[in-house]
């Protein structure tokens, strides 16, 4: 049963004790920031950057942001060179001196494009749907529309992504991802961030569906859904505001 987060600190505490150094992982959108209506316009509050580089400075921790959106988009977002990255949902990875990209989703570039200039058309006569190709993968946002905007919008999606045995599909409350089919996920992307820089003990923030596989790696770690959703994480908070609480109290301890 997921357990809200700040009520059992002091069983936290006890759990990472000494360790040296712990893996701190951690998703964007929603989770570092609030969602906004436009995706484009999310900005990393300035505050939340000092905790982050506070944290990566800290020779108890060794920090990851993971995320849905494409590597460069985050790391501009975030702007620390001292954090490592994971973009389009655990498919390309960057640490000082480490480069890594799905040699599979490098191959389906093309099915990619191709569903992008299909569902172009259909999302076009949809006023607030938007189609994001991050080449590696796709994002489609239509959190302005109406449910029954929305609906018609997944059904679409659903009978295209039929004609691409390649790609699959995520439907989430704010939008839908279309992905390469191949192995990576926020999941594999957790595994080889930590093997990069081995640690202690794991801890990992996310809030969205694809966090989910994120969670799932670390059954044994600190994981913490952003949210009220059913959830594979052991704790819960209730938004970003509750992040930055948590942030301030490891940076405490």
């Known amino acids: 049963m997921t ?20 893996w701190l992982g951690t998703d964007f959108d929603g989770t570092l920031t609030h969602h906004q209506d436009d995706p484009a316009t999310v900005e990393l509050p300035a505050a939340m950057r000092a905790r982050l580089a506070a944290l990566a400075a800290h020779p108890r921790f060794a920090v990851g942001l993971i995320s849905g959106r494409s590597l460069v988009d985050l790391m501009a977002r975030v702007a ?3 954090l490592a990255y994971s973009g389009n949902h655990g498919i390309e990875i960057e640490t000082p001196g480490f ?3 799905d040699p599979a989703a490098e191959q389906l570039r ?3 494009a191709e569903f992008a200039e299909l569902a172009g058309k259909f999302l076009g006569d949809v006023p607030g ?3 994001e190709n991050k080449k590696l993968s796709l994002s489609v946002d239509y959190r302005p529309c109406s449910q029954s905007q929305k609906n018609a919008i997944v059904e679409r999606l659903d009978i295209a992504v039929a004609r691409f045995p390649t790609l699959r599909l995520r439907h989430a409350p704010l939008g839908s991802e279309v992905l390469p089919r191949t192995g990576s996920s926020k999941g594999t992307a957790v595994q080889m961030l930590r093997s990069l820089r081995p640690a202690g003990p794991g801890i990992y923030l996310g809030d969205d569906l694809t966090d ?3 969670f799932r790696a670390m059954p044994h770690d600190i994981t913490i859904h952003v949210g009220e959703r059913e959830t594979a ?3 819960r908070v209730e938004s970003a505001d509750r992040v930055a609480e948590f942030f301030d109290w490891l940076i405490r301890l």
């Open 129 to 131: 749907a938007r189609l």
């Open 212 to 214: 989910e596989d994120a």
């Open 3 to 22: 357990r809200r987060l700040f009520d059992h600190l002091p069983e936290l505490k006890r759990e990472i004790g000494d360790a040296l150094p712990i």
């Open 233 to 235: 994480a052991r704790f």
């Open 99 to 101: 480069r890594w990209v």
């Open 110 to 112: 093309g099915a990619l």
């Open 80 to 82: 620390l060179n001292t």
